[in-house]
Structure formats: structure tokens, C-alpha cells
T-cell receptor, first 112, second 111 residues
């Protein structure tokens, strides 16, 4: 049981480039989430998917898109990266109780 | 705007002492509360959750909830150097999928 996995672990982008962060979970959880964590700002929700086939905006969705590919996978796309998107990105999932969330190892993204 | 407030610390306690971490929340509709531990450079790890007023104990950890005062706390008994980490408090409303996190309290346990 790997839990929640994320790829890549590290990424450096130039301003304007695009990329997709991948997340997968093997816990048969219905709900999945994308957060960013910045120094002094704490964890902020970008998007979430309550169940397969649905996605909703969180607190800071601008500049991001998501796809819930299937029950296991939830991807986050940056269409045109900006330096303000430099952050650590965490994916999380939750099962029967929506709020007990379990986190992946994170992706450290730098946009220059 | 739902807010969860924590003292950023650092909170320093000697090994073997009780560490007390506190959290307040602004949304009276919040019903579920969570404590996560995050080691430097690692992801948050769920250590406790509490839904009802009162105390909930799990090993060396005790979570306390007072909904009237909108206050949540985490006590760590017999603190160990391995408990040194940032502790994140989070809250959510009934049936909600969105957790609101505090900015975390950094705990240092001194050997």
C-alpha cells in the first residue's frame, strides 16, 4: 500500500511554461485534494474532487486546472506558470469521512 | 472568512515535559477538528481528530475541544525529541470537504 503518491518530486519551470502534477492513491478513497503550502501562509486548498467525475474550486484556484481521471488519479495543471506559483504542492485523499485527509509526499515547484 | 489561528512559536519544552499546543477558530459552524504533524521537508501526517466537546486521548496525545470558546488544543505528554515538528490545526464544517488550516506551531523538544 503506497498511500498517496505524487510525481514529480521536484520541478523547475520558466515563466510561461506549462506542466501537469500527477497524484494517485491506492486507498479506494472517493475524495481527492490539491493544496499549496507557502512560508507564512500555511496550507491552502486549490481544488478538490469530492467523487469521481466532480471537481470544485478551493480557496486559491486561479492559474490552475484539474482533472479527476478516474477514482485513483487527480492531476493539477499549470497552463502558464508564474513565479507566484513557486510553492510546495500536496495532494491528499479521504475516504468515508470527508475531512480525514491523508497527504502525499509533495512536489516542490520553482518558477523562474 | 473562516480562520484558524495558532501561535507560530517556536514552543520549546524539555524532554519528558508536557507540550501544550493551542488553536482557535472563527467559524461557529465548524464541527470537526484535526491535528497534523509536519516534519521539516515532509508532508502533513494526521495524528488526532476530535468531533465532540471534551478530551480524546490516543497514547501520549490528548486533543481537547471546547466549542463554546471555539478552542482546540493538543497535549503531548512525555515529550520526546522526535516530537519536534510543526503542528497544524485544521477545522471543517459538517459534511464539508474543505479543511481550513492554521499556519502551524513549531515545537522543539530539548534533550
Amino acid at each position: 500500500n503506497a498511500g498517496v503518491t505524487q510525481t514529480p518530486k521536484f520541478q523547475v519551470l520558466k515563466t510561461g511554461q506549462s506542466m501537469t502534477l500527477q497524484c494517485a492513491q491506492d486507498m479506494n478513497h472517493n475524495s481527492m485534494y490539491w493544496y499549496r503550502q507557502d512560508p507564512g501562509m500555511g496550507l491552502r486548498l486549490i481544488y478538490y474532487s469530492a467523487s469521481e467525475g466532480t471537481t470544485d474550486k478551493g480557496e486559491v484556484p486561479n492559474g490552475y486546472n484539474v482533472s479527476r481521471l478516474n477514482k485513483r488519479e487527480f492531476s493539477l495543471r499549470l497552463e502558464s506558470a508564474a513565479p507566484s506559483q513557486t510553492s510546495v504542492y500536496f495532494c491528499a485523499s479521504s475516504g468515508g469521512t470527508p475531512s480525514e485527509q491523508y497527504f502525499g509526499p509533495g512536489t516542490r515547484l520553482t518558477v523562474t | 472568512q473562516k480562520e484558524v489561528e495558532q501561535n507560530s512559536g517556536p514552543l520549546s519544552v524539555p524532554e519528558g515535559a508536557i507540550a501544550s499546543l493551542n488553536c482557535t477558530y472563527s467559524d461557529r459552524g465548524s464541527q470537526s477538528f484535526f491535528w497534523y504533524r509536519q516534519y521539516s521537508g515532509k508532508s502533513p501526517e494526521l495524528i488526532m481528530f476530535i468531533y465532540s466537546n471534551g478530551d480524546k486521548e490516543d497514547g501520549r496525545f490528548t486533543a481537547q475541544l471546547n466549542k463554546a470558546s471555539q478552542y482546540v488544543s493538543l497535549l503531548i505528554r512525555d515529550s520526546q525529541p522526535s516530537d519536534s515538528a510543526t503542528y497544524l490545526c485544521a477545522a471543517t464544517g459538517a459534511g464539508s470537504y474543505q479543511l481550513t488550516f492554521g499556519k502551524g506551531t513549531k515545537l522543539s523538544v530539548i534533550p
